[in-house]
Every structure is written in C-alpha cells, then in structure tokens.
C-alpha cells in the first residue's frame, strides 16, 4: 500500500465520529500488549459492526482526531529478538490477518494498523476476548451479549461460499480440478460429453464450487494449492493421520492440507488394517 492510498484511508477515518468502536486513534508511544489487546477488541468490533476491516492509528489524537504524529517505528521495534508483528501474531488466537504501514501524512508520521474481522470466533490476546464499547476496550467475557452475537453470526452467513478476494484460477491445484471432473462425471454421466468440452471455470461455475467465475473458500478447500491456504485464514484446513500404538501411543502421524479433494485418498491410503497371527 502506498503512502497516497494510505492517506486516503486516514482522511476518510479521521471524518468518522469520535466514538467509532472499529477504530482506535492513539497519540501516546507504543506498547506491544496494549497493541495484541486492541488488535482483539477492533477485530472483534468490525465483526460485530459488520465491518471488513478494524484500524488502530497511532499518530491522531484521539477526540479531535488532530494530527500530532507519533515516534513509532514499527520495522525497528522488536519484542525480545522477534520482530513485532510476528510476536504479535503468534499471541492471537485465532490467527486474524493484519498488516502494519507507515506513512507521511501533513508532515507527521503516522502509523496505521489495517486489522480484518474477526469470522464466527472471537479473536484473543494471550487468551482473552476485548471489544470496545463506545471509546473504551472492555474484556468481552464481560459483555456476554456481544459475544453471543459474533458466534450466531455463523449461523446467518454461509462461511463456504464467501468469494476469496484476489485469489484466480492460477491459485486451484489443476489436479485437483481433474479429480473433480471425474468425479463430477461419475455423479453425471450423462454430461460426460459436455463436461470434455467446458473450460476450467466454466466446469467449476457449473459444478457451483466457484460463483459467476469467482473463486470461493470452497474452492480453497476442496482444490487450492497449498500455498493458497491463506485466502481462507484464519481458518485452518488440515487432515490429520495418527497411527497408535496398542497403549494409546503415537508411532506414527501424517498431515494434508489443501486441496481436500486430493487429501482425503492421501490419508486413505494411510489407513490399514493389519491381521495378526496368534501363536
């Protein structure tokens, strides 16, 4: 992102009012924890706003929403010998993506934490829930009613069939896609002949996994390459394979990732079942 579209965002979030409970502005230096806990509470709050995207600005005061500046500088701040954004990172469950930019904005420096929204689960800090309520970051185990709300949005939203921004074709495993050719086929066997003659959207449009030539987190799932796993955090899709010994021990263990439809015969083949001789 670039310092011109950066500051296009802070006009447009400074024009907000003061009490917008998916923003934070600070105007004070920064500190990691308090950072991990408002990355809860914006993520959390977006979600509950119906918002994409939660912000926390350092650099604007926070009533006036004046531009004061700040002397953080994320690329050199460090949290033991980690980089602050991993460590920061590595303490939110779940995983929720966020990105930290600097910019020069009417010659100060400012700081602009881009944070997504949480899906379905309420994204914690070192194991606890925060949410803002008005101007203030609260604990959400203490405002159970708003948590409740972010849990039921699962109930309303189909999570699978939300379009992956930015992912295309060239992020599907095409084996993956003539598996599901043959399987469509065997389902179908009357459209065999159709099916040899549809492109790979086309097909996939027909077979509903993608939607008016968009790809879908069902996509990702069933026929992303591995590398494309990211469209779809902070979800995780794996396939795990463990092989236990007769007291409960693990001896042996495999994991998949996407795509599922090529996975699931990985693991199967995994499987067996051993005969025994007594003697």
């Given at each position: 992102?670039n310092?011109?579209?950066?500051?296009?965002?802070?006009?447009?979030?400074?024009?907000?009012?003061?009490?917008?409970?998916?923003?934070?502005?600070?105007?004070?230096?920064?500190?990691?924890?308090?950072?991990?806990?408002?990355?809860?509470?914006?993520?959390?709050?977006?979600?509950?706003?119906?918002?994409?995207?939660?912000?926390?600005?350092?650099?604007?005061?926070?009533?006036?929403?004046?531009?004061?500046?700040?002397?953080?500088e994320?690329?050199?701040?460090?949290?033991?010998?980690?980089?602050?954004?991993?460590?920061?990172?590595h303490?939110?469950?779940?995983?929720?993506?966020?990105?930290?930019?600097?910019?020069?904005?009417?010659?100060?420096?400012?700081?602009?934490?881009?944070?997504?929204?949480?899906?379905?689960?309420?994204?914690?800090?070192?194991?606890?829930?925060?949410?803002?309520?008005?101007?203030?970051?609260?604990?959400?185990?203490?405002?159970?009613?708003?948590?409740?709300?972010?849990?039921?949005?699962?109930?309303?939203?189909?999570?699978?069939?939300?379009?992956?921004?930015?992912?295309?074709?060239?992020?599907?495993?095409?084996?993956?896609?003539?598996?599901?050719?043959?399987?469509?086929?065997?389902?179908?066997?009357?459209k065999?002949?159709?099916?040899?003659?549809?492109?790979?959207?086309?097909?996939?449009?027909?077979?509903?996994?993608?939607?008016?030539?968009?790809?879908?987190?069902?996509?990702?799932?069933?026929?992303?390459?591995?590398?494309?796993?990211?469209?779809?955090?902070?979800?995780?899709?794996?396939?795990?394979?463990?092989?236990?010994?007769?007291?409960?021990?693990?001896?042996?263990?495999?994991?998949?990732s996407?795509?599922?439809?090529?996975?699931?015969?990985?693991?199967?083949?995994?499987?067996?079942?051993?005969?025994?001789?007594?003697?």
């Open positions: 992102m310092n011109n579209e950066l500051k296009i965002i802070v006009d447009t979030l400074r024009a907000l009012p003061q009490e917008t409970e998916w923003i934070e502005f600070k105007t004070s230096n920064f500190k990691p924890d308090e950072a991990g806990e408002y990355i809860s509470a914006l993520a959390n709050s977006a979600c509950l706003h119906d918002k994409p995207t939660g912000y926390l600005v350092f650099g604007i005061a926070g009533k006036s929403h004046a531009v004061v500046g700040t002397s953080f994320p690329r050199i701040v460090k949290v033991g010998n980690e980089e602050i954004e991993n460590w920061l990172a303490l939110l469950s779940p995983r929720v993506d966020f990105r930290i930019h600097e910019c020069d904005y009417a010659g100060r420096h400012v700081v602009v934490f881009k944070i997504d929204a949480s899906h379905h689960i309420p994204v914690k800090f070192k194991g606890e829930a925060f949410i803002r309520v008005g101007s203030y970051k609260k604990k959400l185990k203490d405002y159970p009613e708003k948590e409740r709300k972010i849990w039921l949005k699962a109930e309303t939203e189909d999570w699978s069939a939300q379009i992956c921004e930015g992912a295309s074709l060239e992020d599907l495993d095409p084996l993956a896609i003539e598996k599901a050719r043959v399987n469509y086929k065997s389902k179908f066997p009357e065999t002949q159709d099916v040899d003659q549809w492109d790979d959207i086309t097909f996939l449009n027909k077979a509903k996994v993608t939607i008016k030539d968009n790809i879908t987190r069902t996509a990702i799932l069933l026929l992303g390459r591995t590398e494309s796993e990211h469209y779809i955090s902070p979800a995780d899709a794996k396939i795990r394979w463990v092989l236990k010994d007769a007291r409960g021990n693990d001896k042996d263990y495999h994991i998949e996407c795509p599922l439809l090529l996975a699931v015969d990985r693991i199967y083949a995994k499987i067996r079942n051993l005969k025994y001789r007594y003697i």
